[in-house]
T-cell receptor, first 116, second 113 residues
């Protein structure tokens, strides 16, 4: 069964500092990979996605992520964090080429706190 | 373009009761998925509907059910509520052939007393 691990439950950074959130997945083939963000009391918003091709993908709000097949990782990065980035971040995986478009397996999430 | 709308946003029930939650997808989206979010288990897939047919189901007991109507609106029902059913229930819609890009509603917060 596919699974997603986000090793860091909670990360604290200072505003303006760089950020890297880790994500490792376990899957038999190359999956589709996603990062979502959830602000308190809100639903999830897609930050970026990887299907194939260039392993470095750009997303919204200045985020990027790099797919590393050899490490089964899809880490999220941002060069300079803003206070408004404080939220919970979820990595997710879906079956590539599957017929189920709405079934994602999510990691447990990483809560990001930003200090002024 | 209106987003995914879920109703009600908050509700309180007692054990043994049943509850129905509603989801209106983004116009033109024909796939609707449901997720349960709890602090302990995180985000777990419940089921997915496309063109009124259930395409996939997560590992939940039969007390959890859903359906989709011809206008793509969806409802999920939980019967014989248990304390552990307290959660945020999220609905997401997507286009057919979509890429796994799900558009989420703000959720229905269910508290079971």
């Amino acid at each position: 069964a596919q699974s997603v691990t986000q090793p860091d439950i909670h990360i604290t950074v200072s505003e303006g500092a760089s950020l890297e959130l880790r994500c490792n997945y376990s899957y038999g083939a190359t999956p589709y990979l996603f990062w979502y963000v959830q602000s308190p009391g809100q639903g999830l918003q897609l930050l970026l996605k990887y299907f194939s091709g260039d392993t470095l993908v750009q997303g919204i709000k200045g985020f990027e992520a790099e797919f590393k097949r050899s490490q089964s990782s899809f880490n999220l990065r941002k060069p300079s964090v803003h206070w408004s980035d404080a939220a919970e971040y979820f990595c997710a995986v879906a079956q590539a080429g599957g017929t189920s478009y709405g079934k994602l397996t999510f990691g447990q999430g990483t809560i990001l706190t930003v200090h002024p | 373009k209106a987003g995914v709308t879920q109703t009600p946003r908050y509700l309180i029930k007692t054990r043994g009761q049943q509850v129905t939650l509603s989801c209106s997808p983004i116009s033109g989206h024909r796939s609707v998925s449901w997720y349960q979010q709890t602090p302990g288990q995180g985000l777990q897939f419940l089921f997915e509907y496309f063109s009124e047919t259930q395409r996939n189901k997560g590992n939940f007991p039969g007390r959890f059910s859903g359906r989709q109507f011809s206008n793509s609106r969806s409802e999920m029902n939980v019967s014989t509520l248990e304390l552990g059913d307290s959660a945020l229930y999220l609905c997401a819609s997507s286009l057919k052939g979509g890429s796994g890009e799900l558009f989420f509603g703000e959720g229905s917060r269910l508290t079971v007393l």
